[in-house]
């Protein structure tokens, strides 16, 4: 398998001040043998005039962050990384590319969770080209390779996850952002790698329920949350009922029988636990009327 071969070039500059010297010279040759009428002298200054200007096409500049993949007759010779001026094989065919960090954002998909609900995702990758031989010669458009590639990992990836987790410990889309978003970065990657690309960042953008369901998802996660919250009152009334009892009995304020603590457990937890303020009634009698 061929890989990237990075090659350097000829100092453009001194390359050119050579050329140029050289054409002044042919010129100056073709006028002398004019002068002279020297048939033969002045075919061989024209010839050296031509091949020095057919040289000056390998002079080449590359900017900063990009890359000429160079091929010579179909066969590919390596790859000039060295941002400058430089003189190369003029026979050469050159093609640039961008090494620059990029980003793409994936359209709004619609795919089924893990448990088979319809929910949009979307992704932004942060890739770049590193290695030029296998972006150019491996994949027919790099860009469009990175496009594809990385929504098939997103939906991948929603399948593979619940939008929301259901149980405690259990990964899902929403709430597991560190792994889904590890998981997101190696699947692109395991796919971008043949095309010579490294995934820098992979991050959802958007997630959300599908339209048609949204309503009815929000509502059980409303009661989901009801249930939980009543969960935690109902264990702080049970322990604050039992610390009373426990630091009445300790302190001797008053002897309760069992069907009193009973009554008064029953006061407690309707207070503790109502949705409405308790509305207090004084008893202005005895303990027992």
Same mark, same amino acid.
């Given at each position: ?29 073709? /006028? ?8 033969? +002298?002045?075919?061989? @200054?024209?010839? =050296?005039? !031509?091949? %020095? ?85 491996? /994949? ?8 594809? +590639?990385?929504?098939? @990992?997103?939906? =991948?990836? !929603?399948? %593979? ?129």
């Amino acid at each position: 398998m061929l890989s990237e071969k990075e090659i350097q070039g000829f100092s453009g500059w001194l390359m050119a001040s050579l050329f140029l010297l050289i054409a002044i010279g042919s010129i100056t040759w073709f /006028v002398s043998a004019a002068q002279a009428q020297a048939g033969w +002298q002045m075919v061989g @200054a024209l010839l =050296v005039f !031509a091949a %020095t200007v057919f040289c000056c096409f390998g002079l080449t500049i590359v900017n900063p962050n990009r890359a000429k993949v160079m091929t010579v007759m179909g066969v590919y010779t390596g790859s000039l990384k060295q941002p400058g001026f430089w003189w190369v094989n003029p026979l050469s065919s050159r093609k640039s590319i961008s090494l620059r960090i990029r980003n793409f954002e994936s359209d709004k998909l619609k795919v089924n969770d893990s448990d088979g609900n319809p929910i949009e995702i979307a992704a932004i990758v942060v890739w770049r080209i590193v290695e030029t031989f296998e972006a150019v010669f491996n /994949v027919d458009d790099y860009e469009n390779f990175v496009h594809v +590639q990385s929504e098939s @990992a997103v939906r =991948v990836l !929603a399948t %593979t996850y619940a939008y929301d987790a259901h149980a405690e410990g259990k990964t899902s889309l929403l709430h597991s952002v560190g792994e889904v978003t590890d998981r997101l970065r190696h699947e692109i990657q395991e796919r971008l790698a043949r095309a010579g690309i490294e995934v820098i960042e992979a991050r959802l953008s958007h997630l959300a329920y599908a339209p048609e369901i949204a309503g009815v998802m929000l509502r059980r996660q409303q009661a989901s949350a009801v249930i939980a919250a009543r969960q935690m009152i109902v264990e702080g009334a049970v322990g604050m009922v039992e610390m009373a009892l426990n630091e009445l009995s300790r302190k001797n304020v008053v002897a309760l029988d069992e069907e009193r603590k009973a009554a008064m457990v029953s006061n407690l937890l309707v207070v503790l636990c109502g949705d409405q303020p308790a509305s207090p009634v004084v008893n202005t009698g005895t303990l027992y009327t």
